[in-house]
């Protein structure tokens, strides 16, 4: 499974990014998806999933209403929209594909990970 995220920038505190994570080969079948992120010398840290049709999302704590996660199946896209970018938002935004059609938190239940795209939020 390829994934291609992208979208990601050098932006001031307060600004907004959507991020993109495409499927080319449209290889992705049933499977929730999600975004995960990673700062230096942090762990990976969960940011937000999908479902497959979209009607179920799940954030991590600290989203706080700021992102908002969807998905295009037609054009095998996931998306992260980001508003209210804070400094320490800071991070290599990564997207996965889960091992099954539900939504999870953790790592582990994700069975393909992209590259990752840089986000720098500036104070």
């Known amino acids: 499974v390829q994934l291609q995220a992208s979208g990601g920038g050098l932006v001031q505190a307060g600004d907004s990014l959507r991020l993109s994570c495409a499927n080319p080969?449209?290889?992705?079948?049933?499977?929730?998806l999600g975004w995960f992120r990673q700062a230096p010398g942090k762990e990976r840290e969960f940011v937000a999933a999908i479902s497959w049709r979209g009607s179920n999302t799940i954030y991590g704590d600290f989203v706080k209403g700021r992102f908002t996660v969807s998905r295009d199946n037609a054009r095998s896209t996931l998306y992260l929209q980001m508003d209210s970018l804070k400094p320490e938002d800071t991070a290599t935004y990564l997207c996965a594909v889960a091992r099954s059609s539900t939504v999870t938190s953790r790592a582990e239940g994700y069975a393909y990970w992209g590259q990752g795209t840089q986000v720098t939020v500036s104070s």
């Open positions: 080969k449209r290889t992705i079948s049933n499977n929730a």
